[in-house]
T-cell receptor
Framework: DAGVIQSPRHEVTEMGQEVTLRCKPISGHDYLFWYRQTMMRGLELLIYFNNNVPIDDSGMPEDRFSAKMPNASFSTLKIQPSEPRDSAVYFC?????????????FGQGTRLTVV | AQRVTQPEKLLSVFKGAPVELKCNYSYSGSPELFWYVQYSRQRLQLLLRHISRESIKGFTADLNKGETSFHLKKPFAQEEDSAMYYCALPGKGGKLIFGQGTELSVKP
């Protein structure tokens, strides 16, 4: 397996534009997480899914952020409209609860810059 | 509430010096704790988990339930150990909770 795949790797956009980040989890994993990484706040959990169903979105900063998981192999995180303070690295991670471990596997991240 | 605290944002040591990255946790019951490492501009990857009692790249971590700590240690730091280190534990509902992270800088 190629691991968790995120696209794009880098995104530069203007304030007010819509941004969509994409994630393909490891095949067979039933949990998917979206994290945001900044210098100030470290690694924050935004939202996570279990079997494609959102379980907890309390970390989503505001209504401008939304996430979907239409099937087991794909998820998106959308920011509309984007603001400069959204600039961060966004990580997707997945986990297989059937292994008995809670270890999560991370993608390479999407570095978002909003100017 | 489950919580992970890494009190140091930055730790700077010289090559060959001992390293200890601190992690304290708040958890009801018996926790399963992890250390993740992120080398420059790369993905986070699991370094070690406490239940395995393993040593990876010379790093070890012992769970101290009395002090609710899971500090990461290495007797002799190497320059290639320079990275961001995150302590983590599982939260309710299957999520993984991370600390703020500690940036380790090993100088030649």
């Amino acid at each position: 397996d190629a691991g968790v795949i995120q696209s794009p790797r880098h995104e530069v956009t203007e304030m007010g534009q819509e941004v969509t980040l994409r994630c393909k989890p490891i095949s067979g994993h039933d949990y998917l997480f979206w994290y945001r990484q900044t210098m100030m706040r470290g690694l924050e959990l935004l939202i996570y899914f279990n079997n494609n169903v959102p379980i907890d979105d309390s970390g989503m900063p505001e209504d401008r952020f939304s996430a979907k998981m239409p099937n087991a192999s794909f998820s998106t995180l959308k920011i509309q409209p984007s603001e400069p303070r959204d600039s961060a690295v966004y990580f997707c991670a997945s986990r297989d609860s059937g292994t008995g471990y809670t270890e999560a596997f991370f993608g390479q991240g999407t570095r978002l810059t909003v100017v | 509430a489950q919580r992970v605290t890494q009190p140091e944002k930055l730790l700077s040591v010289f090559k060959g010096a001992p390293v200890e990255l601190k992690c304290n946790y708040s958890y009801s019951g018996s926790p399963e704790l992890f250390w993740y490492v992120q080398y420059s501009r790369q993905r986070l990857q699991l370094l070690l988990r406490h239940i395995s009692r393993e040593s990876i790249k010379g790093f070890t971590a012992d769970l101290n339930k009395g002090e609710t700590s899971f500090h990461l240690k290495k007797p002799f730091a190497q320059e290639e150990d320079s990275a961001m280190y995150y302590c983590a534990l599982p939260g309710k509902g299957g999520k993984l909770i991370f600390g703020q992270g500690t940036e380790l800088s090993v100088k030649p």
